[in-house]
């Protein structure tokens, strides 16, 4: 019994593989629906990079503008927001968006969610986003 604790101890201070290392930074975009997706990441570096019809007014934010985006994050209470919420009303083409904060993902389908929105709208002005 003594023998499984020290290994058990052991496993716990070993370092992760890469495969199983968690996500960081962030990312945002729309998904479903019938219109083009798109996705945006900044990364902890404050790297900038968006893939589909959009574009970034800026390729890099500075440290303080991560912080600011993970402060946003916090006071709106994103790591207690449903991973998935469909709004009453929304019609089922209508796309969904999404917010990843750390290995968390939030989806949205619908505008119901206040608190989630001021995440998205943070993240958006952050990097200038403009719909293309």
Known sequence: MRMLAVLLAAAAILPASS????????AFGRVGGNIVPFAVTVGNDGRVSATGPVTTGRTRLTQLQ????????????????????????????VAATFVRVGPRTVRVHGSCVARYQRVWNALGHAVKITYG
């Open 66 to 93: 991560v912080a600011n985006l993970n402060r946003v994050a916090t006071t709106n209470g994103f790591g207690s927001m449903p991973a998935v919420t469909s709004c009453p009303g929304t019609l089922p083409d």
């Open 19 to 26: 495969a199983a290392s968690p996500q960081r930074g962030f």
